[in-house]
Every structure is written in structure tokens, then in C-alpha cells.
């Protein structure tokens, strides 16, 4: 950490001296929106095999339940050792093994029938609940209004080309909470 801070550093000290003498106190912000689709990595048949041999290896059904008891607790445990900032879990964990074998699993068996992923962007915070219907592949923000059988949007930048504060659900407005608040905007759009 130490050493990406003195790159950091160093980096916003060498153009510091420029980007201060061209500082522009209204800039026009845009956002210009669109769904992109970006291939996803396959899996050979080879890892299809290795990852299956793992699971077995590894067991299944209750094996994993436990598996997850045993991964929540070691986590838990390494949250209390004073001046651990993470990360908490082991990626060697026998739960974690599981879940990684799965998808490995899963992708060989669906990267023919979902070769890409979907990306799309906006330039607001998203309420958890649009989040959601986003990432759960319903296609609304592209202007249809019931789930698709295949496609959706796989991955959702938010705050892209500026901030314009949040998109509130009604239920968000009703609530209150900062994310149904009226905010002057940062910027001009």
C-alpha cells in the first residue's frame, strides 16, 4: 500500500503544475450512453474436466453448507485482530474453492448460449432497487418493460460523464433518505 501511495503521489505531482493553470470553473459535462457487448471468457474443456474433479474432490450438498459455516466464522474472527484492514476471508478457503469450481463449471456449460457480457452506463447513483432489475437482467433501462428470456445487462457503471445526483424510486421519495433528497448538481449538463 505504501508503495502504490508514493506512485499515486508522485503521479499527481508531476501534472499537478499543469492541470492547475488550465482549471476550468464550469466545464459542460455529457453523458453519452450506450449498451456494449464484451467477450466473455471461456473456459477450455480441460478446465471443465479440472474443475469438476476439484468439486468432487471437495464434496457437495451439506459439504458445502458447511463449508460456508466454517468461511463466515474464519471471517469473523479475522474482522476482530486489531489492525487487520482486510481482506477478511482466504481465497484458499474450502468455500471458496467451491464457489470458484462452480462457476467454472457453469461458464462451460452457458458460453455458447451468453458469449458477452452487457454493459451500460449513467451519469446519476442508481437506487439499490434499479440496480437490481438491472443486474437481474430486466432490460427496462433499454425500453422494454418485461424480463427477456436471454441478454439484459450483465455489469452498470454509475456516475459516468458526472454526477446528477440519484435516481430515487417512488418508494425512495416516500421514505426519505439522501438519495430521494432535491441536490444542486455539480455541474452543468
Known amino acids: 500500500m505504501t508503495e502504490i501511495g508514493r506512485r499515486l503521489f508522485a503521479a499527481v505531482e508531476s501534472v499537478f503544475p499543469q492541470a492547475a493553470a488550465n482549471i476550468d470553473d464550469a466545464p459542460v459535462m455529457r453523458h453519452h450512453g450506450e449498451v456494449i457487448s464484451l467477450p466473455r471468457r471461456r473456459a477450455s474443456y480441460q478446465e471443465y474436466l479440472e474443475a469438476k474433479e476439484r468439486l468432487h474432490q471437495l464434496g457437495s450438498g451439506h459439504a458445502e453448507d458447511e463449508a460456508f459455516r466454517h468461511f463466515c466464522q474464519e471471517v469473523e474472527r479475522n474482522e476482530k485482530i486489531p489492525g487487520l484492514h482486510g481482506p477478511y476471508d482466504s481465497k484458499t478457503a474450502p468455500f471458496v474453492l467451491i464457489q470458484n469450481n462452480k ?31 438491472i443486474l437481474l437482467n430486466f432490460s427496462w433501462i433499454l425500453g422494454t418493460k418485461s424480463r427477456p428470456e436471454r441478454g439484459g445487462t450483465d455489469v452498470h457503471v454509475e456516475l459516468c460523464g458526472g454526477m446528477v445526483g440519484y435516481l430515487p424510486s417512488a418508494r425512495a421519495e416516500r421514505l426519505g433518505g439522501y438519495g430521494g433528497l432535491i441536490i444542486k448538481r455539480p455541474c452543468r449538463f
Open 103 to 133: 462457476a467454472v463449471v457453469q461458464r462451460y456449460h452457458d458460453q455458447n448460449t451468453r458469449p458477452t457480457w452487457r454493459w451500460n452506463s449513467t451519469p446519476f447513483g442508481l437506487v439499490t432497487s434499479y440496480s437490481s432489475l
